[in-house]
């Protein structure tokens, strides 16, 4: 898709620019309330990684915009494999990121309720395999593209990539579905008294599930809008639908659900120190108490003195 006017380029840039700013002050945040002092392992490492994936993903795609809302241009080949490997690029990232939050919520499913040896240790190398394999492929559809000297629009490559996109979308909304689905079983089975205590919890899992899900879907449905109708949509409505909202509202939201979590953490390790602390002094003065009632007294002379 080449053809942005400048008022929704602009608008795009205005959103991915909040996003972007939104993303650094958490960072900062972090940075400022040694984020070592939090949770760490996986947890600390998932979020780094999928903060560094969610930014690079983020600047593409405000470059992208500029490029496909302002560039004069726009009919020339070179600039229709330029937007096309961006956009790629773009795409890419974001599916990185994503596809991380897939299976970190696999692995604590999993770690949490059943505790199998067997499936952990395969989660990592599943993220590997699964993402390398989506680079592969998305780098024979860019030199295939590149191989053919064609608008995108008479090109089988590009039909090829809105199919590959559309898999990997279709991909990522299931899987969502069924672990947000399986989490809210498993908090549902809880006894009243339980349920009381985390409806909080259940009521944000079913959030976050149908959120996550309905945006992966939504774009699923707008790319497939132009091969199966074989007509085109507003570009301002295309836009919004295949690439705002699908992109940004589970990116804001799982920026808001780390900080939140990390806040919860932080404040979770603030008690627990002073605990420590309280505890330690506790101990410090049961010590000194009694070592004062072990201490040998000075023994007074009760003997009596006679004159004589």
Same mark, same amino acid.
């Given at each position: ?200 919890? %259940?009521?944000?899992? #079913?959030?976050? /599930? +149908? ?7 939504? @774009?699923?449905?707008?790319? =497939? *809008? ?26 804001? %939201?799982?920026?808001? #659900?780390?900080? /939140? +979590? ?7 390790? @603030?008690?627990?120190?002073? =605990? *420590? ?26 003997? %009596?003195?006679?004159?004589?």
């Amino acid at each position: 898709m080449s053809e942005v006017s400048p008022e929704t380029a602009a608008i795009g840039v205005g959103l991915y620019g909040g996003l972007l700013i939104f993303m650094v002050v958490s960072f900062t945040r972090t940075v400022c309330r040694r984020e070592a002092d939090g949770i760490g392992g996986l947890a600390s490492t998932v979020r780094n990684v999928f903060r560094g994936a969610l930014t690079f993903f983020v600047t593409v795609r405000i470059i992208w915009l500029g490029l496909v809302g302002f560039y004069p241009a726009k009919s020339s080949l070179e600039f229709g494999v330029v937007e096309f490997i961006l956009n790629r690029f773009a795409l890419l990232a974001y599916f990185t990121a994503f596809t991380l939050v897939v299976f970190y919520w696999a692995e604590r499913f999993h770690k949490r309720y059943y505790d199998t040896h067997t499936f952990l240790p395969g989660v990592g190398k599943g993220f590997v395999i699964v993402n390398a394999s989506i680079y592969i492929l998305q780098f024979v559809i860019i030199g295939l593209f590149m191989a053919s000297n064609e608008e995108k629009e008479a090109n089988p490559i590009y039909d090829i990539n809105i199919l590959a996109d559309v898999c990997l979308s279709a991909a990522v909304s299931v899987a969502f579905f069924i672990y947000g689905w399986m989490q809210f079983c498993q908090l549902s089975r809880m006894g009243e008294t339980e349920i009381e205590t985390r409806r909080t919890e %259940l009521t944000k899992v #079913l959030i976050i /599930t +149908v959120a996550f899900t309905a945006c992966f879907l939504l @774009r699923v449905a707008m790319f =497939l *809008y132009r091969p199966v109708t074989g007509k085109l949509l507003d570009d301002a409505l295309f836009c919004a639908l295949a690439y705002f909202v699908p992109e940004l509202c589970p990116s804001v %939201l799982q920026v808001y #659900l780390s900080e /939140t +979590v990390n806040d919860k953490d932080e404040r979770d390790t @603030r008690f627990i120190d002073k =605990l *420590y602390a309280e505890n330690e002094s506790d101990i410090a003065d049961d010590r000194e108490a009694r070592a004062a009632t072990l201490s040998p007294r000075p023994v007074e002379d009760t003997r %009596l003195i006679v004159s004589t």
